[in-house]
């Protein structure tokens, strides 16, 4: 069984940074792609970003790119979204995951952490 532990969230100012981090269970990074996704009050659960498995490919949401870089440390086990020029729109609750493929769609993926709450004021 996978596990994922979101840290490294809660309340900046817009036009700063914050970075999460999801520490994983085993190998996980080694076998699974591993990605972010997020969810706003009232909103669907969206996709922000995701990286191939062995840390070799990365994807983003076009509402981040530019601003949010993926990451992985392999020896760790964790991936990291560094969240740079926040702004109030980011704010939701992000979640980690993992699956078998880089999948941008939410049921693309097997595994979830229990979220992290982001909160960016203007």
């Known amino acids: 069984q996978v596990q994922l532990v979101e840290s490294g969230g809660g309340l900046a100012q817009a036009g700063l940074s914050l970075r999460l981090s999801c520490a994983a269970s085993?190998?996980?990074?080694?076998?699974?792609?591993m990605g972010w996704f997020r969810q706003a009050p009232g909103k669907e659960r969206e996709f922000v970003a995701v990286?191939?498995?062995?840390?070799?490919?990365?994807y983003y949401a076009d509402s981040v790119k530019g601003r949010f870089t993926i990451s992985g440390d392999i020896d760790k086990n964790t991936v990291y979204l560094q969240m740079n020029s926040l702004k109030p729109e980011d704010t939701a609750v992000y979640y980690c995951?993992?699956?078998?493929?880089?999948?941008?769609?939410?049921?693309?993926?097997?595994?979830w952490g229990q979220g992290t709450q982001v909160t960016v004021s203007s």
């Open positions: 995951a993992a699956g078998w493929i880089s999948s941008r769609e939410s049921y693309g993926m097997q595994y």
């Open positions: 085993g190998r996980t990074f080694s076998y699974y792609a």
């Open positions: 990286i191939s498995r062995r840390a070799s490919n990365t």
